[in-house]
């Protein structure tokens, strides 16, 4: 395959999966503000979404407050901001078009009417429908998409480098809203097992569509010690780190070339600490070490399939 294909692919794949993860964490704080909670949580909630982006920076440039209402702006709408739903779904479509000859045409028109919706989507419109219903039509979208390549594309390396690219980006998203949405949550003033503190931490799981299997894995109180071996260790939760490595890992070996083998060995011993991994040791180490280790992990392997598949960085 042309590495020019493969880029468009693996791209078209991450920037959809991007705009899902942007809409469940501002899902997510949109539902916690209607909780009861001072300004200066709703304050410390908001900026997590633009650290979790590493975006707080971008973002001062364009605003000087951080308050909902700019926040939704700068994630959603804003066309300075390369991670906003709105260019995440364009770009997903250009990259889309630029393949289009690969793409089956049932997975080109879902991406193209996605974007064409979103294009004629004003911020009237998103008031008048409401927050909550905007973020559910951005993951059904995704979810459509996703659906769609699994039941129509070929299981060749166009295939691969699609899934590729949305497991390495979930993978991404997942530890930075674990890790962010933990260190706010863990001090919680209330007692663990408390209503504000289960409604936290279920929001937190209802963001990464894990609430209800916690119940059934679980099948008891929500505790922070839990949630993140859910998020971390768990290869049977579609949105951990597991899973997403074990999904990189067999990909990346489906479409090896020459120079990829010590792209492989790194992807294949991260799979590895995550599958053979205890709680009880990274809670132990500190939890937000062990996740900023596994970001730069999953950076560097993202660095190392453009230099290896995909085409360089001029």
């Known amino acids: 395959m042309l590495s020019r294909t493969a880029d468009h692919l693996y791209w078209m794949a991450r920037y959809m999966e991007r705009a899902e993860n942007i809409a469940r964490m501002l899902d997510v704080n949109h539902r916690m503000s209607m909780m009861p ?59 889309g078009h630029a393949v289009r000859g690969t793409l089956t045409s049932e997975l080109w028109e879902t991406t193209n009417a996605t974007w064409l919706r979103m294009r004629d989507f004003s911020r009237e419109q998103f008031f008048d429908v409401g927050a909550g ?33 949305t497991f390495l980006e979930r993978a991404d998203n997942t530890a930075r809203i674990l890790d962010v949405k933990y260190q706010i949550l863990l ?27 916690y119940r059934k894995v679980y099948r008891d109180l929500i505790t922070p010690a839990r949630v993140a071996e859910l998020l971390l260790l768990r290869a049977d939760m579609p949105r951990s780190l597991a899973r997403c490595m074990k999904e990189v890992y067999a990909n990346l070996q489906g479409v090896s070339n020459a120079q990829s083998a010590e792209t492989e060995r790194q992807a294949g011993e ?45």
């Open 133 to 165: 219903e905007f973020f559910e039509w951005v993951k059904y979208r995704s979810h459509l998409s996703r659906g769609v390549t699994i039941g129509t594309m070929l299981q060749d390396e166009s295939l691969r480098f699609i899934r590729i690219g």
């Open 187 to 213: 001090p919680a003033g209330e007692a663990e097992g408390g209503a504000a503190d289960y409604y936290q931490w279920s929001a937190l799981l209802r963001s990464v569509s894990a609430f209800e299997v």
């Open 270 to 314: 991260l799979e590895a600490q995550l599958r053979f991994g205890r709680i009880e040791d990274i809670v132990r180490g500190g939890l937000h070490s062990y996740t900023m280790r596994l970001l730069d992990r999953v950076q560097s392997l993202g660095n190392r399939i453009a230099d290896d598949f995909l085409v360089p960085v001029s």
């Open 37 to 95: 909670q001072s300004q200066i949580q709703e304050d410390q909630a908001w900026g997590a979404t633009l650290r979790i982006m590493g975006l707080e920076g971008a973002f001062h440039e364009r605003f000087a407050d951080i308050t909902p209402d700019n926040v939704l702006e700068f994630m959603i709408f804003d066309d300075t901001n390369p991670s906003s739903i709105r260019n995440c779904l364009r770009a997903a479509r250009e990259n």
